[in-house]
């Protein structure tokens, strides 16, 4: 499997499992705070994005990441 695909592949499942908790958290409290764990796995899911972005050079969705990276960030 190529470097691309492996990094797509894993941003995407980790975007996917950045829910978990959430779901989790909501059903158990009747709350829907952000954890941790979502803001953990979000940033790390957000870089993985970016760096296949850079490979697959696509500026429009590295851009778009950027902004959603900031905004976990800040």
């Known amino acids: 499997m ?3 695909n492996t990094l797509g592949y894993t941003a995407s499942s980790l975007c996917v499992i ?5 779901i ?6 009747k709350e829907t705070n952000i954890t941790y764990g979502f803001l953990f796995i979000q940033l790390t899911a957000t ?4 760096a ?18 900031a905004q976990i960030i800040f």
């Open 2 to 4: 190529s470097l691309e």
């Open 24 to 29: 989790y958290v909501a059903v158990k409290n």
């Open 52 to 69: 296949y972005e850079v490979i697959i050079d696509s500026i429009p969705l590295l851009i778009a990441d950027s902004c959603i990276l």
């Open 47 to 50: 870089s993985i994005w970016i």
């Open 18 to 22: 950045s829910l978990i908790p959430e």
